[in-house]
């Protein structure tokens, strides 16, 4: 029997500008990828939700400040809370954090510089759903593209997460002063992730790097269990 495609959501912020990039990249990995728009009140049957990268909302106030009080965001809590898979990327990332799915918060940059660039990650974990293709200790070039992506945790949540194992990857040289390197966390309950690089523009070696790809489809085949697992 043919494993069923995973139905994977890309949510639409007004002034995003990554979520078509994330629903190529999810359907060029075997996904089948659908939009929902930031005003629909419930998910429709999804395996897996993904937060695109961009501007939601023009970045006001905060970045994600905004864009966290979007209809769907109360669909992706409860969505999350039963147990599905959450990726956030750059600005959902940040949007999460606002929300308070991911713990920690992403500032301006150290250098107050926009950032844009291929960057080195080093895995900590590779038991998470999104992380499954790599391998533990390797080195990951991915993009990044940001201007707040200085990720913040006082000293006493930083050490709650480091005993957690939530920390799942770190930079692998200075990005943007995030605190202890981080680059990538994970929810306690292991199902809701956040990162600051963008794998769905590394999912090709025409695109510089297929490191991305290892990321985005550990979510896909992750989902593809927990489809299967519902059938």
């Not at 639409?12 to 939009?35: I, K, N, S, T, Y």
């Not at 950032?115 to 070039?141: G, M, S």
């Not at 600051?196 to 985005?216: C, F, K, N």
Request: charged share 20%.
């Amino acid at each position: 029997m043919t494993s069923p495609q995973p139905r994977i959501g890309v949510l639409q912020f007004p002034g995003a500008c990554d979520d078509r990039d994330a629903l190529w990249a999810l359907a060029a990995l075997d996904a089948e990828a659908v939009f929902v728009w930031h005003t629909e009140t419930e998910l429709p049957d999804l395996d897996a939700v993904v937060l695109p990268g961009g501007f939601s909302y023009g970045d006001y106030l905060r970045c994600g400040a905004i864009a966290r009080f979007a209809p769907a965001m109360e669909a992706v809590a409860d969505f999350a809370a039963g147990g599905g898979f959450v990726l956030g990327i750059c600005n959902g990332f940040q949007i999460l954090c606002e929300a308070g799915l991911l713990p920690g918060a992403l500032r301006r940059n150290e250098s107050l510089s926009f950032v844009c660039r291929d960057v080195r990650l080093l895995v900590e974990r590779t038991d998470t759903p999104f992380t499954t293709r790599c391998a533990e200790r390797q080195t990951l070039t991915i993009p990044v593209k940001h201007g707040e992506g200085c990720w913040y945790a006082d000293d006493t949540l930083l050490d709650e997460l480091e005993a957690r194992r939530q920390i799942v990857l770190r930079y692998a040289e200075p990005v943007n002063g995030s605190k202890d390197d981080v680059a990538g966390v994970i929810n306690e309950q292991g199902n809701v992730m956040g990162l600051m690089p963008h794998p769905e523009h590394a999912v090709d070696p025409l695109l510089g790097s297929p490191d991305g790809a290892l990321i985005l489809s550990s979510l896909v085949e992750s989902a593809r269990e927990r489809a299967l697992a519902t059938v």
